[in-house]
């Protein structure tokens, strides 16, 4: 559920970071997003926006699907979506 949550939270940050930062929407933005172990570092545009830890054992998923999704109403569009695995 953290995960979840935490994407939703991060997209909901990207745009208001867009805005802060008087970039047009029309702009792409850069977002990266660390999974390692029982956290998460989400980069928004080369700044660290939120990181999270999952502290939560017993309902933590350590694998599963990734979705790319929007919450509420309007347009998002996704390119150039890269997944890779972190060396140890």
Same mark, same amino acid.
């Given at each position: 559920?953290?995960?979840?949550?935490?994407?939703?939270?991060? @997209?909901?940050?990207?745009?208001?970071?867009?805005?802060?930062?008087?970039?047009?929407? !029309?702009?792409?933005?850069?977002? !990266?997003?660390?999974?390692?172990?029982?956290?998460?570092?989400?980069? @928004?545009n080369g700044q660290v926006i939120t990181v999270s830890v999952d502290e939560d054992p017993?309902?933590?998923?350590?694998?599963?699907?990734?979705?790319?999704? @929007?919450e509420g109403s309007g347009q998002v569009w996704?390119?150039? %979506?890269? %997944?890779?695995?972190? @060396?140890?």
């Open positions: 559920m953290i995960r979840k949550i935490t994407v939703i939270f991060l @997209l909901l940050l990207a745009a208001a970071f867009a805005n802060a930062q008087n970039r047009s929407p !029309e702009l792409w933005q850069q977002v !990266e997003i660390i999974a390692r172990g029982n956290s998460l570092i989400h980069i @928004l017993a309902n933590r998923a350590p694998q599963g699907i990734m979705s790319l999704q @929007l996704y390119r150039n %979506v890269y %997944v890779r695995q972190l @060396l140890q």
